[in-house]
């Protein structure tokens, strides 16, 4: 069946880089989502995404945040500069429309921030 | 306020018998979207099954069920003849009808099948 796919499945980076997520959504959806989980925890939502705009953030979306799909192409996660804590599994979704369709999740990229 | 909460943290049943895992959710919302999810040991998480706040009939896909309890506002996965391969974390998640798509996940029940 359709896929979401995110590279890489694994990152690690140094304390206060950049670092870009990079998720390749089913082709025909239109809204996309980023979670946060650490350590087997509960998922929790950063962002979701829809028609070139963020719809709603949540107050983990912090301002070092920016999520963006330039021409159709990755549905980007950008952390700028990063912190310790942000140090998680970070797994994009998409989804055909709003309310029919239960997002599909990618596989997750862990990202270590040392 | 937690919108969706798992109490059982853990189960572990028997290889083949019947397993529900319990969520409850908190909404004010008349409309709303209720969903089951799993996540693998490998991390993958697979949709599993889903029940909209207006439809009676509780929601079934292969050998998972739900049990719908609006007055209580409860939603119950039932897995039927349980296999070593659902072991897994099964989250509980809910959408609200007027949200603008956020989903909230419950904080997972850890489900061990053993033959």
């Known amino acids: 069946g359709p896929k979401v796919l995110q590279i890489p499945s694994h990152q690690i980076i140094d304390m206060g880089q950049m670092v870009t997520l990079n998720c390749d959504p089913v082709?025909?959806?239109?809204?996309f989502y980023w979670y946060k989980q650490i350590l087997g925890q509960q998922m929790e939502f950063l962002v979701n995404?829809?028609?070139?705009?963020?719809?709603?953030k949540s107050k983990l979306f912090k301002d070092q945040f920016s999520v963006e799909r330039p021409d159709g192409s990755y549905f980007t996660l950008k952390i700028q500069p990063t912190a310790l804590e942000d140090s998680a599994v970070y797994f994009c979704a998409s989804s055909l429309d709003r309310i029919n369709q239960a997002p599909l999740f990618g596989e997750g990229t862990r990202l270590s921030v040392l | 306020a937690q919108k969706v909460t798992q109490t059982q943290t853990s189960i572990s049943v028997v290889e083949k018998t019947t397993v529900t895992m319990d969520c409850v959710y908190e909404?004010?919302?008349?409309?709303?979207?209720l969903f089951w999810y799993k996540q693998t040991a490998s991390g993958e998480i697979v949709f599993l099954i889903r029940q909209d706040s207006y439809k009676k009939e509780n929601a079934t896909v292969g050998h998972y069920s739900l049990n719908f309890q609006k007055p209580k506002s409860s939603i119950g996965l039932i897995i039927t003849a349980t296999q070593i391969e659902d072991s897994a974390v099964y989250f509980c998640a809910m959408r609200e009808g007027n949200s603008n798509n956020r989903i909230f996940f419950g904080d997972g029940t850890q489900l061990v099948v053993k033959p």
């Open positions: 995404f829809y028609n070139g705009k963020v719809m709603e």
């Open positions: 909404t004010r919302d008349s409309s709303y979207f």
């Open positions: 082709s025909n959806h239109l809204y």
